[in-house]
């Protein structure tokens, strides 16, 4: 059974810097996709990137392009936040799902508690 863990959210003044780290445990790296989907208050989850665990192929949402990075490192997979904005303000969550990445968040099955990330201007 995939077990995920995130850390690492906060509060941050606009133009920040965030790192938010998700272990994971019962993996097959090899098979697996790793995304962080995030929830704002009164909005439904949205995708903001995504990993192939196998390659390190990587997708992202339009929105965070350019300021979000998601790496991955033996069990660990990271979302380095850069120039956040206040709409960036949500509970992040870290999911997985085999095979390969998807930008749809009802796609991923494992999916971990979530951490607050909150972006003051």
């Known amino acids: 059974q995939v077990h995920l863990v995130e850390s690492g959210g906060g509060m941050v003044q606009a133009g920040g810097s965030l790192r938010l780290s998700c272990a994971g445990s019962?993996?097959?790296?090899?098979?697996?996709?790793v995304g962080w989907i995030r929830q704002a208050p009164g909005k439904e989850r949205e995708f903001a990137a995504a990993?192939?665990?196998?390659?390190?192929s990587t997708s992202y949402a339009d929105s965070v392009k350019g300021r979000f990075t998601i790496s991955r490192d033996n069990a660990k997979v990271y979302l380095q936040m850069n120039s956040l904005k206040p709409e960036d303000t949500a509970v992040y969550y870290c999911?997985?799902?085999?095979?390969?990445?998807?930008?749809?968040?009802?796609?991923?099955?494992?999916w971990g508690q979530g951490t607050q990330v909150t972006v003051s201007s």
């Open positions: 999911a997985g799902r085999r095979l390969f990445l998807s930008t749809a968040p009802n796609l991923y099955d494992s």
């Open positions: 019962g993996i097959i790296v090899s098979t697996y996709a």
């Open positions: 990993i192939n665990w196998s390659d390190g």
